[in-house]
């Protein structure tokens, strides 16, 4: 069964600091991945988008990595604000046309 | 450019009653969807389309109906509400192999 799971489930920093999670797969045959940020009461926004041959892609504070033989994402996201907090979700799309979607890492940053 | 807009972004409905949700987009988008987010859960896919007046089932059509007659909006229908059918629901647009954009979201509760 085509699975995405993301850990932890929710995380607190304090801002200034960096942080890391995890989105782990089992979708095949693999296309692309995705992390989007979703701000409370509002749609998900895509942060970055991945394909099979890219390990690493930033988007200004945000750094996803993608190991395609293990299965495993990373969304880095450094030096976080406190409009940081957010629900990040992966999103991983196989060949045919339909997105896998985590449950997604509740992020909270406090000053 | 608007996005992805839907109407109405609040609901409430007692437990047999009947609504449509509106989604339009002015990307040009050939592919719509309707997704439902529950706590705990990841988005899940109701039903899409992949152009004006074709559409298709997710992965948790029943209890909803869809129509694209026009390119730029897609409709969802609860013909008869039922508190399970509690959630928020979120319209998304995209090129064929291109990101979802999501729209705000519309929050339904049904009594």
């Not at chain 2, 719509?32 to 899409?48: A, F, K």
């Not at chain 2, 948790?60 to 059918?85: C, H, M, T």
Request: hydrophobic letters at 30%; a positive charge.
């Amino acid at each position: 069964k085509n699975q995405v799971e993301q850990s932890p489930q929710s995380l607190i920093i304090l801002e200034g600091k960096n942080c890391t999670l995890q989105c782990n797969y089992t979708v095949s045959p693999f296309s692309n991945l995705r992390w989007y940020k979703q701000d409370t009461g509002r749609g998900p926004v895509s942060l970055t988008i991945m394909t099979f041959s890219e390990n690493t892609k930033s988007n200004g504070r945000y750094t996803a990595t993608l190991d395609a033989d293990t299965k495993q994402s990373s969304l880095h996201i450094t030096a976080s604000q406190l409009s940081d907090s957010a629900s990040y979700i992966c999103v991983v799309r196989p060949v045919r046309n339909q997105f896998y979607f985590g449950t997604g890492t509740s992020l909270t940053v406090i000053p | 450019n608007a996005g992805v807009t839907q109407t109405p972004k609040f609901r409430v409905l007692k437990t047999g009653q009947s609504m449509t949700l509106l989604c339009a987009q002015d990307m040009n988008h050939e592919y719509m969807y309707w997704y439902r987010q529950d706590p705990g859960m990841g988005l899940r896919l109701i039903h899409y389309s992949v152009g004006e007046g074709t559409t298709a089932k997710g992965e948790v059509p029943d209890g909803y109906n869809v129509s694209r007659l026009k390119k730029q909006n897609f409709l969802l229908g609860l013909e008869s509400a039922a508190p399970s059918q509690t959630s928020v629901y979120f319209c998304a647009s995209s090129y064929s192999k291109g990101d979802p954009y999501f729209g705000p979201g519309t929050r339904l509760t049904v009594t």
